[in-house]
């Protein structure tokens, strides 16, 4: 029901590594990447560019920084791209302010990081850029960049993230993992939806995936990672919100994984990717949403460069920093195949790939 169709690469060089993609779909066809350039994960000069398809997905210009920041202090810069129903390419972005720059961001006493500022870009072609634009969340933060926006069909855009450890280890607010919601197209966020929440505060929900099915639903999954031991023990969670506003229906996927991210195929099938912590590499799994049930249809593997996850072996933000792949990205092509991209370490390079996938009708 999976098959992998074809593979290459969308960005490696030596020089500069590369993580964190997301992808999207132009009106005209193009199709844009935005990854994070860096010399090491975490550093000085870390900051996302963007990288240009014509040919569906084939080959890839060479990566173009695409905005400025008026705000000249140092800081890491990701913006995490997508597309609304008008056609507008909007990206979420952030600044992690660099006070501790020795680090790669986390701090390996606490697994806490630095405070930052959200903001918001806008394009019509993906080339000028309007912003960055400045985003008031409802809570402090700080917050883990881990998703792009989501415009829902009422309307609303939705920012999945999830609340961190302060550098000093607080969590004022809580760990949770929420979407901030906006009524106006991103000009003002004065309020959230939480997704998962560990209220002994061990748990916490990294890099949450969220779309919305027919009908309004929102599903989410999320990695559930306990930072006490530092290791993913539960199986991947997911929450339905029936009424797209509370989050009221939970259960388990019985996926290993980590960083599982998801995409919506149509009806009440979800296809995902994730990191397997029981076994080697990237894996594709199918599943229903059947009466609010998560139903295993398939699975694959798609990549099995490595064997990487949290073994709470050493500090996590040490075994965060030194992980082979992961930050999976869907989207859905004009043909039905679904385009896949993601962070990997091949040949002691971080590259960005993508992924041809091609996903049965039954």
Known sequence: MIELRATGLIYRDSTLHAWHPTLALLPNGDLLAAYDLGETIGALDYCTYLARSTDGGRSWSEPVAFFADPVATTARRT????????????GAGRRSYCHHPETSGWNPETYGVEQGDWFVLRSRDGIHWQGPQEIEPPLVGPYEVCHAFIE??????????????????????????????????????????????????????????LVELEGGRLLAVAWP???????????????IAPDSRTFSVRGSTEIAGETTKLLHLGGDRVLCLTRRTNAVGLWAVLAQIQDDEWVHLAEA??????????????????????LHF????????????????FWCREDHIHNIRWLRISVADH
Request: no cysteine; glycine share 10%.
């Open 79 to 90: 913006v995490r791209i997508s597309t609304l129903a008008d056609g507008t390419l909007i």
């Open 152 to 209: 829902t069909g009422d309307g609303r855009l939705l920012l999945p993230t999830g609340l961190l450890r302060t550098w000093e280890g607080d969590a004022p607010d809580g760990l949770k993992t929420l979407a901030l919601v906006s009524y106006d197209q991103g000009q003002t966020w004065p309020e959230y939806i939480e997704l998962f929440a560990d209220p002994q505060d061990e748990v916490i929900y990294h890099e949450v995936s």
């Open 225 to 239: 990672f306990n930072s006490v031991v530092g290791q993913t023990l539960m199986k991947v969670p997911y929450a």
């Open 301 to 322: 593997p798609l990549w099995q460069g490595a064997a990487s996850w949290m073994r709470g072996e050493r500090d996590a933000a040490t075994e965060l920093a030194e």
């Open 326 to 341: 992961g930050f999976p990205n869907l989207l859905r092509l004009p043909d039905g195949d679904v385009l896949a991209a």
